[in-house]
């Protein structure tokens, strides 16, 4: 079993930066694919970014790919979503998610755990 216990969200303006936290506890999840997925207010549920368990892989949605870098220190069992110039449209609940299997997913069946979620709330 592993839990996780996402942070670091908040209030910022457009063009501003966030980091995002993802501790895990319970089970080491260093042989775990791990990403992140949010939620904005009447919208389902979607990608933004995963990693393979070493790091070596990752992807990203479309919409993010040169604002958001997606991170992990196995040594701390915590993974990272540092967000950069940030837009309104990023608003949502960010929750991050881990996978019992190496290999990174893009779809949230691919998951088995799941972080409580963090607010973000970007200003225009």
């Known amino acids: 079993q592993v839990q996780l216990v996402d942070s670091g969200g908040g209030l910022v303006q457009a063009g501003g930066s966030l980091r995002l936290s993802c501790a895990a506890s319970?089970?080491?999840?260093?042989?775990?694919?791990v990403g992140w997925f949010r939620q904005a207010p009447g919208k389902e549920r979607e990608f933004v970014a995963a990693s393979s368990w070493g790091g070596g892989l990752t992807r990203y949605t479309d919409s993010v790919k040169g604002r958001f870098t997606i991170s992990r220190d196995n040594a701390k069992n915590t993974v990272y979503l540092q967000m950069n110039s940030l837009k309104p449209d990023d608003t949502a609940v960010y929750y991050c998610?881990?996978?019992?299997?190496?290999?990174?997913?893009?779809?949230?069946?691919?998951?088995?755990?799941w972080g409580q979620g963090t607010q973000v709330t970007v200003s225009s």
């Open positions: 319970g089970r080491t999840f260093s042989n775990s694919a």
């Open positions: 998610a881990a996978r019992s299997g190496s290999a990174l997913s893009w779809y949230e069946s691919g998951y088995n755990y």
